[in-house]
């Protein structure tokens, strides 16, 4: 494996170590780990496919105060860390169309705040954003696939991947909830990027049921799917959350100006979701319609989600 990925896991793995150890330190101090979050994402828990947004893992970890069900009001006060690694891939893995996107592989690292102004949620970070075949996942892609039997990316695929770099990314995002009664809630907001790719957006999410209810939230990248990374609702029963945001993208290094795929402006994300939560495990399944990231992607496709938390 590169180096590069070899630093990533390194960094994995002392972060959560670092967290553990710092739990003592920081509580002196009224800081502490507060809760994890993850979710998984994959195109064949949607479509059936691999392809494209193909898969996605992401965990993150969140420090600050206790927690009261309530955004701090402080900004730096919460802090998230967020550890992300993605598959991106043409729509054939052997021989991809000249029109078809480039292979990308992406490790990222980043590094959120999370508070409130009023009733208004905030949160803003920056993410490290690695690429190329320094990350690795060519090649760990590659090796599952053999294992299983599956036929992995061939190495024209490989060698035509989006380069080695790096992207300093910002991401931000503000929202409101809304209380509708009857168990039901909804949320507008409007995030912006700028970096690996640079957009605005804009959606809503509704929830019925009690799902997020003095939770911290937070959004996965790729389907914009809310995720619990600080639990404290455990109140027993199914939740539907319903969601959908439309984005404007500036630009893109996943999509270059100059590649085979020219990038599509305009992208729209439809996503719902199933939660359920029992007395000692929580399990949540999603589905989201993701809309043509480039102009020659000959359709949609629908990339699933899920999450399975156990309380010993």
Do not use: C
Not at 175 to 180: F, M
Not at 202 to 210: A, E, M, N, R, S
Not at 237 to 258: E, I
Request: net charge neutral; proline share 5%.
């Amino acid at each position: 494996m590169k180096a590069a990925f070899l630093a990533m896991v390194t960094g994995m793995l002392g972060l959560g170590v670092g967290l553990g150890l710092a739990n003592t330190a920081q509580a002196e101090t009224g800081r502490s780990l507060i809760g994890v979050g993850r979710i998984f994402d994959n195109d064949f828990l949607g479509d059936g496919h691999d392809r494209w947004r193909s898969g996605s893992y992401t965990l993150s970890a969140i420090t600050g105060p206790d927690w009261d069900g309530q955004l701090p009001a402080s900004f730096g006060q919460l802090i998230e860390y967020r550890l992300s690694a993605e598959i991106i891939t043409p729509g054939n893995l052997t021989t991809p169309p000249t029109t078809d996107r480039r292979y990308a592989g992406i490790l990222t690292f980043g590094m959120h705040t999370h508070w409130s102004m009023g009733r208004t949620e905030a949160s803003a970070g920056i993410d490290l954003n690695a690429t190329g075949p320094q990350t690795g996942i060519g090649h760990f892609q590659s090796s599952a696939h053999r294992a299983v039997g599956d036929t992995p990316p061939s190495t024209r695929v490989l060698d035509d991947q989006i380069g080695n770099a790096i992207y300093p990314t910002f991401v931000g995002e503000v929202g409101r909830s809304y209380d509708l009664g009857n168990a039901m809630s909804f949320r507008p907001f409007v995030g912006a990027e700028a970096g690996l790719e640079t957009l605005v957006r804009v959606g809503g999410d509704l929830t019925i049921g009690q799902f997020g209810r003095g939770d911290m939230l937070v959004r996965d990248a790729v389907t914009g799917q809310r995720y619990r990374a600080v639990r404290m609702n455990r109140t027993p029963g199914l939740s539907l959350v319903v969601g959908a945001d439309v984005a404007h993208v500036a630009s893109s290094h996943l999509l270059p100006s100059d590649g085979p795929a020219p990038l599509d402006p305009t992208r729209t994300r439809v996503r719902l979701g199933l939660h359920w939560q029992g007395e000692r495990m929580a399990a949540f399944y999603g589905l989201t319609y993701l809309s043509r990231e480039f102009k020659t992607q000959p359709e949609h496709q629908l990339v699933g989600s899920l999450h399975i938390s156990l309380k010993f």
